[in-house]
């Protein structure tokens, strides 16, 4: 029995918004993202004569394996492989991101399978096949398989690595709204009316520039997230956000469709001050670093910020 065990790394966006809705009502976004340091851990046995199984060993996730991200990952990494083996994986995810949440947790899962199975199997599928199946399965499993810094577009397509958070602490909250995704994408066309005569992007060639010229702080002041639109000021996101401003955040942003927020602090000491009086109002908050251009060590197993 051959096994392996991935790093499922979360993700952040520091920026995003929707270029268009399109006829079959997907809509094309343009994004930046970024891993940080908090990840699932997905370990892959590969069992001969036995179907595929997903288990998570410290989290009810609340939907059939079928359904699991993870599962899907599986099935669509054998429909691509040229031959038919008799093994399939049994995967067991420990769970560190927090669910719907805007950080990528069932993405980063799915990828996770893809790059174990890949290397479990010799690798006979390039990194650019593994996203393109990853496409599959969701818009952002490419960015969870290739990692790093990188601008997506369009429905998750990666378009040009750049540089991104450097040397900061991060904490990120989750807020307490429980809203999917997809009823967030509805609230948006209802709110920017099907995102006819939009004017997407204000502010992205700004934050590009300030990210590669490595002056962060400039990026902040630069930034979007759509989603903020959603969120007025008597909602827990928003809340966060203050919180962490107060203890003298330089930043705090939301992620995804939220409703997680990530704070950027100069020294830890700063973010604990925050996680303190968050833990006191009883919001769940967690303590990482920004992953950059080291994500090729990462997923080796170093931890090059150490």
């Given at each position: ?27 094309d976004i343009i ?209 966060i956000k203050r ?7 330089y930043f705090a ?54």
């Amino acid at each position: 029995m051959a096994s392996i065990t991935e790093r499922a790394y979360a993700k952040i966006n520091l920026y995003l918004d929707i270029v268009k809705k399109n006829e079959d009502n997907y809509h094309d976004i343009i994004t930046i993202m970024q891993l940080v340091s908090l990840y699932d851990e997905v370990h892959i046995d590969l069992v001969d004569r036995a179907p595929i199984s997903v288990k998570c060993v410290n989290a009810d996730l609340g939907i059939e394996q079928e359904k699991n991200l993870a599962y899907i990952a599986a099935q669509k990494f054998y429909d691509y492989l040229s031959y038919i083996p008799t093994a399939r994986p049994h995967i067991t995810i420990t769970k560190n991101i927090p669910q719907a949440a805007g950080l990528g947790g069932g993405s980063a899962d799915a990828a996770a399978v893809l790059r174990g199975l890949n290397k479990l199997y010799g690798e006979p599928f390039t990194t650019k096949k593994l996203c393109e199946i990853g496409l599959t399965i969701g818009a952002d499993v490419p960015f969870c398989i290739v990692g790093g810094v990188y601008i997506c577009q369009n429905r998750g397509e990666i378009a040009m690595s750049i540089r991104g958070i450097h040397h900061y602490n991060l904490l990120i909250a989750k807020g307490e709204e429980k809203i999917s995704t997809a009823e967030q994408y509805r609230r948006l066309d209802e709110k920017f009316n099907n995102f006819v005569n939009y004017h997407y992007g204000i502010g992205f060639g700004g934050t590009i520039s300030a990210y590669m010229g490595m002056r962060c702080r400039d990026a902040f002041a630069s930034t979007k997230n759509i989603f903020d639109a959603l969120y007025d000021e008597k909602s827990s996101v928003q809340r966060i956000k203050r919180i962490m401003c107060e203890c003298d955040a330089y930043f705090a942003f939301l992620s995804g469709s939220g409703p997680s927020v990530v704070g950027v602090f100069p020294d830890s000491l700063y973010a604990e001050d925050a996680q303190e009086i968050l833990k006191d109002l009883g919001v769940d908050s967690y303590m990482c670093v920004p992953i950059s251009l080291e994500y090729n060590e990462m997923i080796e197993g170093k931890e090059p910020w150490l």
